[in-house]
């Protein structure tokens, strides 16, 4: 019986000892581990980084304007001149028409029974100016004769054969047919001149006749028509009314955008947009940012953009709803990777590489796009009190830091990767 628990305590010491020996070469293994960590947490090591070289490239941004209508881009409503029966018409809602076709004709019976009497007025005036030449040519031939017959009695007066009254009532007689002559030819002015009254006045009927004649403005498609034979249209008030045509011009259309503040800097003319309407599904549409109002609305602070579609097919219909996207770009400008860009605040750095340091490296940036962001100029050097910064371009030989930016501080020691680009 003491054999047995001299033996049972061998086996509880072997078991203790055991334990003790498994703890120890825990506690060396956790060592180790920590000093392992230890020494790859340590500050003095670089970290590896990646860097770029900035590049002349095209910078593009989506400028995203949800929820616009497309618009014709001329839309006339044609009214009466004067007042008259529509005799007829000659275009319907949904119809094409050209610049200058005749969409409908009114009848003013009174300025037709006007334009005859200042036709007839006109032949009038003008056998009247007939009159007056005849007349100023008798005047011509009788002032001739008064001459002769003066001259040759003075003449016959001076030998003393005729008396002197004789000689003057000749005179006389000239000098009368001088007066007729002058009395004739402001005859034939004032025949002139009122021909010419009658022919402005029968030109002015002509003209106010040309109105009952309802033209298309210019080429488009009628979406009105408010006009039936016989009615009677009349010139539209200050109200306006009814008109007798709507014509909407469809080729081109347009859509008006309100750009945000912050991105209508970026807005140019000529920028490409994008348009993709609710109703087409999948289908997208290209125009041109034809025009802006070059000021924001100062109560939205937005700025009001025209972009132009051409529409040569028709399946844009002014009214339907729509997306609209402009493509900010410009083209062929200094830049760098957006990942190497870091934004706190207003102010924009990078990191360039300097002598194996990462230096914090404000810079002035353009247009900010998805992929790429353009740098115009970078800080030369801190300024020093009193001074103002010191700015420069880029020149494509600078290393700049494109990863782990978060991560950095100024002046820190980097390891730069192989296959710089």
Same mark, same amino acid.
């Not at 009532?169 to 001149?193: C, N, T, Y």
């Given at each position: 019986?003491?054999?047995?628990?001299?033996?049972f305590?061998?086996?509880?010491?072997?078991?203790?000892?055991a334990?003790l020996?498994?703890?120890?070469?825990?506690?060396?293994?956790?060592?180790a581990?920590?000093?392992?960590?230890?020494?790859k947490a340590?500050?003095?090591?670089?970290p590896?980084?990646?860097?770029?070289?900035p590049e002349?490239?095209?910078?593009?941004?989506?400028?995203?304007r949800p929820?616009?209508?497309?618009?014709?881009?001329?839309?006339?409503?044609l009214?009466?001149?004067?007042?008259?029966y529509?005799?007829k018409?000659?275009?319907?809602?949904?119809?094409r028409?050209?610049?200058?076709?005749?969409?409908?004709?009114?009848?003013?019976?009174e300025?037709?029974v006007?334009?005859?009497?200042?036709e007839?007025?006109?032949?009038? !005036?003008?056998?009247?100016?007939?009159? @007056?030449? +005849?007349?100023?040519q008798? $005047?011509e =031939?009788? /002032?001739?004769?008064? &001459?002769?017959?003066a001259?040759?009695?003075?003449?016959?007066?001076r030998?003393?054969?005729?008396?002197?009254?004789?000689?003057?009532e000749a005179?006389?007689?000239?000098?009368? !047919?001088q007066a007729?002559?002058?009395? @004739?030819? +402001?005859?034939?002015s004032v $025949?002139? =001149?009122? /021909?010419?009254?009658? &022919?402005?006045?029968?030109?002015?009927?002509?003209?106010?006749?040309?109105?009952t004649?309802?033209?298309?403005?210019?080429?488009?498609?009628?979406?009105?028509?408010n006009?039936?034979?016989d009615d009677?249209?009349?010139?539209?008030a200050a109200?306006?009314?009814?008109?007798?045509?709507v014509?909407?011009?469809?080729?081109?259309?347009?859509?008006?955008v309100?750009v945000?503040?912050?991105?209508?800097?970026w807005?140019?003319?000529?920028?490409?947009?994008?348009?993709?309407p609710?109703?087409?599904?999948?289908q997208?549409?290209?125009?041109?940012?034809?025009?802006?109002?070059g000021?924001?609305?100062p109560?939205?602070r937005?700025?009001?953009?025209?972009?132009?579609?051409?529409?040569?097919?028709?399946?844009l219909?002014?009214?339907?709803y729509?997306?609209?996207?402009i493509?900010?770009?410009?083209k062929?400008?200094?830049?760098?990777?957006?990942?190497a860009?870091?934004?706190q605040?207003?102010?924009?750095?990078?990191?360039?590489?300097?002598?194996g340091?990462?230096v914090?490296t404000p810079i002035?940036?353009?247009?900010?796009g998805?992929?790429?962001?353009?740098?115009?100029?970078k800080?030369?050097?801190?300024?020093?009190?009193?001074?103002?910064?010191?700015w420069?371009g880029?020149?494509?030989?600078?290393?700049?830091?494109?990863?782990?930016?978060t991560?950095?501080?100024?002046?820190?020691?980097?390891?730069v990767?192989a296959?710089?680009?």
């Amino acid at each position: 019986m003491r054999f047995i628990r001299l033996q049972f305590g061998s086996i509880v010491v072997a078991i203790a000892g055991a334990t003790l020996l498994g703890l120890a070469a825990a506690c060396d293994r956790q060592t180790a581990a920590s000093s392992d960590h230890a020494a790859k947490a340590s500050p003095t090591e670089a970290p590896a980084v990646k860097v770029v070289h900035p590049e002349k490239k095209d910078v593009r941004r989506l400028i995203e304007r949800p929820g616009y209508n497309i618009e014709a881009y001329e839309r006339t409503a044609l009214y009466a001149r004067i007042a008259g029966y529509v005799r007829k018409w000659n275009a319907d809602m949904g119809d094409r028409v050209h610049k200058d076709d005749i969409l409908a004709e009114l009848y003013v019976p009174e300025m037709e029974v006007e334009l005859k009497q200042k036709e007839a007025s006109i032949r009038q !005036a003008s056998s009247e100016i007939e009159q @007056a030449r +005849a007349a100023k040519q008798r $005047a011509e =031939a009788e /002032l001739q004769r008064a &001459k002769s017959q003066a001259e040759r009695l003075a003449k016959v007066g001076r030998s003393g054969v005729l008396d002197k009254e004789q000689v003057e009532e000749a005179g006389l007689g000239f000098e009368a !047919a001088q007066a007729a002559l002058a009395k @004739a030819k +402001a005859d034939v002015s004032v $025949a002139e =001149a009122r /021909l010419e009254v009658v &022919k402005a006045e029968r030109d002015h009927v002509q003209a106010m006749l040309e109105y009952t004649k309802i033209r298309a403005p210019f080429d488009g498609v009628i979406t009105r028509r408010n006009v039936n034979t016989d009615d009677l249209a009349q010139p539209s008030a200050a109200s306006k009314g009814d008109s007798l045509f709507v014509v909407e011009k469809v080729d081109p259309v347009r859509v008006f955008v309100n750009v945000q503040e912050l991105e209508a800097v970026w807005v140019r003319d000529g920028d490409t947009a994008i348009i993709r309407p609710q109703s087409l599904p999948g289908q997208e549409f290209k125009g041109r940012v034809t025009r802006n109002s070059g000021a924001l609305h100062p109560q939205n602070r937005t700025l009001r953009t025209e972009i132009d579609l051409p529409n040569a097919d028709g399946k844009l219909m002014p009214g339907m709803y729509v997306n609209a996207t402009i493509i900010a770009e410009h083209k062929n400008v200094w830049s760098l990777p957006a990942k190497a860009v870091v934004t706190q605040g207003e102010q924009s750095f990078c990191y360039r590489v300097e002598q194996g340091k990462a230096v914090r490296t404000p810079i002035q940036v353009g247009l900010v796009g998805k992929e790429w962001v353009e740098v115009l100029k970078k800080q030369a050097r801190p300024a020093k009190a009193g001074e103002k910064d010191q700015w420069e371009g880029f020149n494509g030989e600078e290393i700049i830091v494109a990863s782990d930016l978060t991560s950095l501080t100024d002046g820190q020691a980097v390891n730069v990767l192989a296959g710089r680009k």
